[in-house]
């Protein structure tokens, strides 16, 4: 029980940092464990050093009963070229969060050397990066671009993540391109909907009811700083059920489970009661001497028998003999 407290208390925590582009909407999923959801907003701006900005103004916040609404809100696109260098073995990534049914269009122009470049679903693991062989298990796509063969590719998004866009240098020495990326992303549609009335300027506390869908819509570019309030009651109880059900197993092994409720007490035993005491039974000689299987004599003795008649009259006759 001790263990699986601590694995739920670990588990239970909420702290992530999110970057949104203006009118972006994005899901809040908070965990079974998780009381309160905590959203702080501080501008993304490096040159506002993180001061947190006024709530209201800064996004709006919806929690709809029982399911999220339809990726069918407004299209949002947006679009970035950069002129990218990569020395040898050197890569480099960039990251997006995109909705659902996103679309996403990378063009590069290859000035020298060569690019790999991919399309991953999460960055966690690209961290621990050694071989390209790993860029190459974790990828969605990856594609080849060349000097003189410009290179397009295409993607939508199957579920909502983040999702990178990484290049790496294919060639032994420096390979320079430019790249530029097209980016159609979806958006909830929340028309008709009434964000929440957040009291506090700086943090807005959404409660967590299960199965409501929690959206955070930005009105400017800006960061959330995400964090939450655990849920102890369904910890005690999830980390104490072990501890119970070994309670039960142990009380039904010791035999108070399945039995009636009535007790039964030994007969009291009367002074005069004598306990029976068992009879060993005493081998007795027989008199009959043994079967002797060896040389077997049969004698056959013959009775001489007189067979006699009586007479009507009550004369006996003697009618033969053997």
């Given amino acids: 029980s001790a263990v699986i407290w601590i694995v739920m208390v670990v588990c239970s925590g909420m702290d992530e940092n999110l970057s949104l582009d203006r009118n972006e909407t994005r899901e809040i999923r908070p965990k079974i464990l998780e009381k309160n959801v905590l959203i702080q907003h501080s501008t993304s701006n490096s040159n506002s050093n993180s001061n947190i900005i006024d ?28 002129l990218i260098t990569l020395e040898r073995s050197q890569y ?10 996103s679309k996403i269009q990378v063009s590069i122009t290859q000035q ?6 991919y399309i991953i679903r999460g960055f966690s693991s690209v961290k621990s990066r050694d071989q390209d062989e790993q860029f190459d298990q974790l990828a969605e796509l990856k594609r080849l671009s060349d000097v003189g063969r410009p290179l397009q590719i295409q993607y939508q998004a199957p579920d909502s993540a983040n999702y990178l866009i990484l290049y ?3 060639n032994t020495q420096t390979s320079t391109a430019l790249v530029s990326i097209y980016i159609n992303q979806t ?3 929340l028309w008709g909907l009434s964000p929440l009335n957040c009291p506090n ?11 409501d869908c929690i959206i955070v819509q930005a009105s400017s570019e800006l960061s959330l700083h995400i964090t939450n309030t655990r849920n102890w009651f369904l910890i005690f109880l999830f980390a104490t059920i072990p501890f119970i059900m070994g309670l039960y197993k ?11 409720a009535r007790r039964s007490y030994p007969r009291p ?3 005069n009661y004598k306990a029976f005491e068992p009879v060993i039974a005493t081998p007795v000689q027989s008199s009959i001497p043994p079967f002797e299987e060896e040389n077997p004599e049969l004698v056959i003795h013959f009775v001489p028998a007189t067979i006699m008649t009586q007479t009507a009259t009550g004369e006996v006759i003697d009618d033969a003999r053997c």
């Fill in 55 to 82: 709530l209201p103004n800064a996004t709006s916040i919806y929690r709809i009963p029982n399911h999220c609404p339809p990726l069918t809100g407004p299209i949002l696109s947006f679009s970035r070229t950069d």
């Fill in 92 to 101: 480099r990534y960039d990251h997006y969060w995109l909705n659902e049914g």
């Fill in 112 to 117: 020298s050397g060569r690019f790999n470049t």
């Fill in 168 to 170: 790496d240098n294919a």
């Fill in 187 to 189: 958006t909830y549609n």
């Fill in 201 to 211: 300027s700086t943090t807005c506390q959404v409660e967590n009811l299960g199965r």
């Fill in 250 to 260: 142990q009380w039904k092994r010791s035999g108070y489970i399945g039995k009636s």
């Fill in 269 to 271: 035993i009367s002074p």
